[in-house]
């Protein structure tokens, strides 16, 4: 037998090993995001990791057939219909509207479970949160809740402020509830609102122009799945302007950003893999709820602030579950 041959028939045997000494075939998921794996290898360890709670270890128990965007949003509905002419048991349709729409729209019967962070009954895919009915159920942010708490902690990050901007996509409905949660909560404090918008063609240059022609005092960034894609661009872009921004996500701050408020990530794709699991062992999508993120993180980079000639308030310092130096 030649070399090559013979290396490829052990790796084989060694991969597939588990698998196949079962006598039965193990549940395959489908697992559907519009970003990239380098982007969200945390992520995907935690979605593991809420599968393994349940006993589903994949390689062993359970097969993940991971189907990416790459940033491509509209391949997203080509992707969901591919995975389900595979005949995945479940689908996660993970990062946003995009998938969980996505999805489905290429089935009616089999599961999804989503992790998004908008409303997901404004946004038509559920009836309700304690009975969403139909083959779909999942873990929200619903972040437009939590909004005017960013616009509260802007104002005691920038005293003098009075004008807001807010960048929103779009093409995307929850960005869109989000920016209109910011623009009444800025009014209720007083705050001059202008919205920036992204559209397909992800000009984001144009809409930090016109944030700095209008003379922002402040920026919230919208949640969203593609502005998290483009998170170094926007992050350069506020600091080039010297717009002090708010984001909802911790990698935001990580990479630079200077403040955020909003709940762990990680944790909504553990809480998915969860479902996935409960819903494997025979748990109907229908009588799952959807559930809310409970605990949200403050997240303050004094490296950012200090480039921008921010003085952090000691309240601020001490509220913050984690200060990046």
Request: no cysteine; hydrophobic share 50%; net charge neutral.
């Amino acid at each position: 037998m030649k070399r090559r041959k013979f290396i490829t028939l052990l790796g084989g045997a060694v991969v597939g090993g588990p698998l196949a000494a079962r006598a039965q075939p193990v549940p395959v998921i489908g697992f559907l995001n519009g970003a990239s794996p380098m982007e969200l290898s945390a992520r995907v360890a935690a979605f593991r990791d809420g599968l393994a709670e349940l006993g589903y270890v994949e390689g062993n128990t359970v097969a993940v057939e991971y189907r990416w965007g790459l940033g491509q949003y509209d391949r997203l509905p080509d992707i969901a219909v591919d995975l389900v002419r595979r005949g995945v048991a479940v689908i996660a349709a993970t990062g946003g509207v995009p998938s969980v729409r996505a999805a489905k729209a290429a089935t009616s019967i089999i599961p999804i479970v989503f992790t998004l962070g908008g409303d997901p009954v404004a946004l038509g895919l559920v009836q309700s949160l304690n009975r969403p009915g139909g083959n779909v159920t999942g873990i929200t942010l619903i972040s437009g809740e939590i909004v005017p708490k960013r616009i509260a902690l802007l104002r005691d990050l920038l005293a003098g402020a009075k004008a807001l901007g807010i960048l929103v996509n779009s093409t995307t409905p929850a960005s869109e509830a989000e920016a209109a949660a910011a623009e009444r909560a800025a009014q209720t404090v007083g705050w001059g609102v202008t919205l920036s918008r992204v559209g397909r063609e992800l000009d984001f240059a144009s809409a930090f122009g016109l944030l700095a022609r209008e003379g922002v005092d402040a920026l919230l960034v919208t949640t969203d799945p593609v502005f998290e894609s483009q998170r170094d661009q926007i992050i350069a872009l506020a600091a080039h302007h010297t717009i002090p921004a708010i984001y909802a996500l911790r990698e935001y701050a990580v990479a630079g950003g200077l403040v955020t408020y909003g709940a762990s990530i990680n944790d909504l794709y553990r809480q998915a893999g969860l479902y996935a699991g409960r819903i494997l062992k025979g748990e109907k999508p229908a009588d799952l709820p959807v559930m809310q993120a409970s605990k949200f993180d403050l997240v303050i980079n004094l490296r950012t602030a200090r480039m921008l000639g921010i003085q952090v308030p000691p309240m601020l310092l001490a509220l913050a579950d984690e200060v990046i130096e």
